[in-house]
């Protein structure tokens, strides 16, 4: 079974500082995926970024990167110049595929990102 | 956009009774999931449903039961609620690239 571990239960950051936030599991797969989802308060789950296991190069969108380590299995997410809007809940998630369509997620127990004026 | 929706965004039901919790999707998508969200837990899958009449255990089912009579609809269903299923019941539908979420229920059983 896959785990998934979010070490950091609370973060917080200032407004346009950069934070990263950790995430590591476990997976004897070879074909995966890894996600970051955002769930602001009391508003719906979002994607923020997905990394393809096979694709070295790490995943960007705007000023969300993630740092990719496939052999320590680590996938944490960098938010560059940090917007009050980024606070929220954040999860790490792992969904294996070996050629089935299931696409079931397993996430982590999250961190809540605290961005301050 | 993918719509999901679900049926209440609070609910409040006793102890023993029978819960429905509806979600409905637009994406036509095959795949559809039920999550527990808890603090300190994050998202632990209940069921999921791969096809219309087609379900699978997650990681926490027992006390709750699923239907998928329609591919865009898929019950999560508390036969005797009891209070340790008071939670946020979240529904999702995707594939490989992304799951879309509803806005969560909240439930809580007295």
């Known amino acids: 079974a896959q785990t998934v571990t979010q070490s950091q239960p609370e973060m917080s950051v200032q407004e346009a500082e950069t934070v990263t936030l950790s995430c590591t599991y476990d997976?004897?797969?070879?074909?995966?995926?890894l996600f970051w989802y955002k769930q602001p308060p009391s508003r719906q789950m979002i994607l923020v970024i997905r990394?393809?296991?096979?694709?070295?190069q790490n995943a960007t969108e705007n000023r969300f990167s993630v740092n990719f380590q496939k052999a320590a299995k680590s996938f944490s997410l960098k938010i560059s110049d940090s917007q009050l809007g980024d606070t929220a809940m954040y999860f790490c998630?792992?969904?294996?595929?070996?050629?089935?369509?299931?696409?079931?997620?397993?996430f982590g127990k999250g961190t809540l990102l605290t961005v301050n004026p | 956009d993918v719509k999901v929706t679900q049926s209440s965004r609070y609910l409040v039901k006793r102890t023993g009774e029978k819960v429905f919790l509806e979600c409905v999707q637009d994406?036509?998508?095959?795949?559809m999931f039920w999550y527990r969200q808890d603090p300190g837990l994050g998202l632990r899958l209940i069921y999921f449903?791969?096809?219309?009449?087609?379900?699978e255990k997650g990681d926490i089912p027992e006390g709750y039961s699923v239907s998928r009579e329609k591919k865009e609809r898929f019950s999560l269903i508390l036969e005797s609620a009891s209070t340790n299923q008071t939670s946020m019941y979240l529904c999702?539908?995707?594939?490989?690239?992304?799951?879309?979420f509803g806005p969560g229920t909240r439930l809580t059983v007295t």
């Open positions: 998630a792992f969904m294996g595929y070996s050629g089935g369509s299931n696409y079931k997620l397993t």
């Open positions: 997976t004897s797969e070879n074909n995966y995926y």
């Open positions: 990394q393809e296991a096979y694709k070295q």
């Open positions: 994406m036509d998508h095959e795949n």
């Open positions: 449903s791969y096809d219309v009449k087609m379900k």
């Open positions: 999702a539908t995707g594939d490989r690239y992304e799951q879309y």
